[in-house]
């Protein structure tokens, strides 16, 4: 299964700064890397950065969607609108946005079926919080978050579907699991998977995230069913960025 390294901007970067990291990371990735790359930056700089890696291969997408397709719903995007500025991917359920803006296992289903019907590929977020660890309730949370997600989720429809199994301890803390605590957790996240989804499942890729950095990427990526990773801080470096993709290979 090809890896995928997918960069997640969260709320940084100007149209300045992203345009100096385009063409940063483009000179950086001449030869090609042999795994996706994918790059969600804030909304306002989806169509800028859908032109400047045009020539590219890397990927564009959104941070979050709204399930339905347009209305009254003052600060949200469609899968549509995201469709419509070039984006082909979306994150959702990202743990920030369970813990800020409250959202629910509900609305993640929602939303991934929502971009499955649009023709965007949904990256779902799943994870537990350090107390929920401690408590060895890991495999419980995160099992539970994935059938919510999934939770009536057409078989046929998930081609394009990816997982990221982010540890919120280990978001933006520099705290990473180990590579033996991600692979654990994502065999289980596989298993349950093919429970869901049958033969589907097996296809799908599976992504850490959590403090990834260029000298933990490798050996992360190198474990079973750790398809790729998804990058918060150091994804915001064309040169930090660049040392994960190549160690993707
Ligand atoms: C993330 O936001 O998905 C993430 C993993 O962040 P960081 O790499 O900064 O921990």
Redesign the pocket.
């Known amino acids: 299964m090809k890896h995928l390294v997918a960069g ?1 901007w ?1 709320m940084n970067h100007t149209s300045r700064e992203a345009a100096e990291f385009a063409r940063r990371l483009i000179e950086k990735m001449k030869p090609r890397p042999s795994a996706d790359v994918w790059i969600f930056p804030p909304f306002m700089l989806i169509q800028a950065m859908v032109k400047a890696f045009e020539k590219s291969d890397v990927r564009i997408g959104g941070q979050n969607m709204h399930h339905e397709k347009k209305g009254a719903f003052t600060g949200e995007v469609s899968a549509d609108q995201l469709l419509d500025a070039g984006a082909k991917a979306v ?1 959702i359920g ?3 946005r369970r813990q800020i803006f409250q959202e629910t296992d509900a609305q993640v289903n929602l939303k991934v079926k929502a971009a499955l019907a649009a023709g965007l590929a949904p990256v779902m ?1 799943v994870g537990e919080t350090l107390a929920e660890r401690e408590s060895g309730r890991t495999s419980d949370v995160v099992l539970s978050q994935l059938r919510a997600g999934l939770k009536s989720i057409d078989r046929k429809s998930v081609a394009t579907l990816e997982i ?1 199994y ?1 540890p919120v301890w ?5 705290r990473t699991a180990t590579p033996a605590q991600a692979a654990e957790v994502h065999a289980l996240v596989r298993k349950e998977l093919r429970e869901i989804l049958g033969d589907a499942g097996a296809g799908i890729r599976i992504l850490y ?5 260029p000298d933990n990427a490798k050996d992360l990526m190198s474990r079973p069913d750790v398809n790729g ?7 915001l470096d064309a040169d930090s960025f660049a040392g994960i993709i190549f160690g993707a290979q």
């Open positions: 997640n969260k994150i990202h743990s920030e977020c990221a982010e280990a978001i933006g803390t520099g995230g959590g403090s990834v950095k990773c998804l990058v918060g801080g150091a994804s």
